[in-house]
Nanobody, 124 residues
Framework: QVQLVESGGGLVQAGGSLRLSCAAS????????MGWFRQAPGKEREFVAD????????GYADSVKGRFTISRDSAKNSVYLQMNSLKPEDTAVYYC?????????????????WGQGTQVFVSS
């Protein structure tokens, strides 16, 4: 079992930066893929970025490539999302997620572990 707690959200002007953190606990964390998803009002939750349990592979949504960076620190049981050049369309609740087995692309979202979410608001 894995428990996830996000932090670092807030209000920022367009062009600014934020760094989101996700603290994980539970046996087997080091073998879980980790990721970030977001959900804006009236929209479905969407994929933002993920990283394999080894940290050797990363993936990003096209909308955030070149602006966001995902990383993990196994020693601290944490995963991070550095967000630069923020845009108003990045406004959403951001959720940390974890999954084992085949990763996010090979596993139904109903099987993911989720954090409670942290709000990011980017003003124009």
């Amino acid at each position: 079992q894995v428990q996830l707690v996000e932090s670092g959200g807030g209000l920022v002007q367009a062009g600014g930066s934020l760094r989101l953190s996700c603290a994980a606990s539970g046996r087997g964390f080091s073998r879980y893929a980790m990721g970030w998803f977001r959900q804006a009002p009236g929209k479905e939750r969407e994929f933002v970025a993920d990283i394999t349990w080894t940290g050797g592979s990363k993936g990003y949504a096209d909308s955030v490539k070149g602006r966001f960076t995902i990383s993990r620190d196994s020693a601290k049981n944490s995963v991070y999302l550095q967000m630069n050049s923020l845009k108003p369309e990045d406004t959403a609740v951001y959720y940390c997620a974890a999954v084992n087995g085949l990763g996010f692309r090979g596993t139904p979202s109903s099987s993911y572990y989720w954090g409670q979410g942290t709000q990011v608001f980017v003003s124009s």
